[in-house]
């Protein structure tokens, strides 16, 4: 592979709702996507980053700064995902940054080796069972509705977003309204303390899956607190940006199910890790989202294929977000999304799409 030049792209895509979460509400999915031109093909990536630093401290315009700033830089015509996230080590944090890069360049490269990225990451599955993530609502009747919806259209797994002042009830409610036989699970996106042990015990009653990432991210002594003290398992979401991370989560009991989202962690190489080291110790994972237009959703998708993968995610079909997608749109097939199996990571933006978004960069990489 010669890698000859990096494209930043940036544009917006309207969500088909407003989406809340404990830490606020968006109405648009803002973009940046990675371009990596080689010799004879292209690749691209997807930052997860959203335009404000709430969900974790990373946001777009900084990915975008540190991208140019100092992952570029460190780029050269012979370089690969692999020799990327070596040299880049030495940089810290920034993991969104570092993972729309390495993804840009993994598509290229497995392109030019005419391979796709689940062959390459060691998917075991051809299609994958479909979640869905549903914000916290104006009422509890929205609620119902939207659930029976999702319901309806044939995910597998409904998680709720809750906050404190919004879970029990709502809980509650749903479970009542949809049966036993549901997969329904709660995100607080850390949002309580350790404090609340008591009151987010009452959710044991109620069979959930899991909570995801009740508290901030870096308590993980209150975790294991947490852990001790409620049935329902505890998954971490934010908290685990790294291999290290979610080994020392798992050796402390803090939790005892990790959601792996590639782009908090800098990439698919780290992601394959955690999965792996999961894998090997029999704890469950799953793959998270961070609204992906179709070029980070496709990506996601061959990850949520390896073995390891045993809950449904919250990959979900691109309607749940999107009227149009940057890509041919993924669909939701009797509950299941078909894993990309062609070139790379199977992808690439419509033209028609691309033409609404623009070009805000373009580096060109040193020979070697
Ligand atoms: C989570 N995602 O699991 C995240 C949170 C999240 C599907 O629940 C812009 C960028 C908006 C990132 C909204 C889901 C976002 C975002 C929510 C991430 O915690
Ligand atoms: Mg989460």
């Known amino acids: 592979m010669t890698l000859q030049a990096i494209e930043l792209w940036r544009g917006a895509i309207d969500l088909v709702s407003p989406f809340r979460t404990s830490f606020g509400t968006d109405t648009a999915r803002e973009l940046l996507y990675v371009h990596a031109i080689g010799d004879k093909n292209s690749g691209w990536g997807e930052c997860v980053a959203g335009v404000e630093p709430n969900y974790s401290s990373e946001y777009l315009e ?3 700064e540190v991208v140019k700033r100092f992952l570029v830089p460190m780029l050269r015509s012979d370089s690969t995902a692999q020799s990327f996230v070596a040299s880049v080590a030495s940089i810290r944090g920034n993991y969104m940054s570092k993972a729309c890069v390495e993804v840009a360049l993994l598509d290229l490269q497995l392109r030019d080796q005419n391979t796709s990225l689940a062959k390459f990451l060691g998917a075991t599955q051809t299609k994958v069972r479909s979640g869905v993530s549903v914000g916290i609502q104006n009422t509890l009747d929205d609620l119902i509705r939207v659930v029976g919806e999702y319901i309806a259209q044939g ?3 409904v998680k709720l977003k809750i906050e404190p002042g ?7 409610t749903v479970r009542k309204e949809f049966g036993d036989d549901l997969l329904l699970q709660v995100d607080a996106n850390a949002a309580y303390t350790v404090a609340d042990a008591k009151h987010l015990q009452q959710l044991d009653a109620f069979n959930l899956l899991l909570i995801e990432q009740p508290l901030p991210e870096d ?6 607190e947490l852990s001790r003290a409620i049935k329902t398992p505890v998954c971490l979401d934010e ?3 790294s291999l290290d991370t979610a080994r020392g ?4 009991k803090a939790c005892s199910v990790i959601n792996i989202k590639p782009g908090r962690v800098g990439g698919y190489l780290e992601a ?3 999965h792996d080291l999961c894998l090997d110790r029999g704890v469950p994972v799953w ?5 992906e237009t179709g070029i980070g959703r496709a990506a996601n998708l061959a990850l949520a294929a390896l073995p390891g993968f045993t809950l449904p995610g919250d990959i979900s079909a691109s309607a749940r977000y999107f009227a149009r997608d940057i890509t041919t749109p993924f669909v939701l097939d009797q509950g299941q999304i078909a894993v990309p199996n062609t070139v790379g990571i199977g992808v690439a933006p419509l033209p028609e799409m691309l033409a609404g978004f623009k070009k805000v960069a373009t580096f060109e990489v040193a020979k070697r």
């Open 249 to 252: 989560a798992l050796d402390l």
């Open 287 to 291: 793959c998270g989202g961070m609204l």
């Open 239 to 241: 908290s685990v940006t």
């Open 155 to 157: 995910y597998v797994r």
């Open 219 to 224: 308590d993980l002594a209150g975790h294991v």
């Open 272 to 274: 394959k890790k955690i």
């Open 62 to 64: 900084n990915c975008q």
């Open 166 to 172: 919004t879970d029990i009830e709502l809980v509650r």
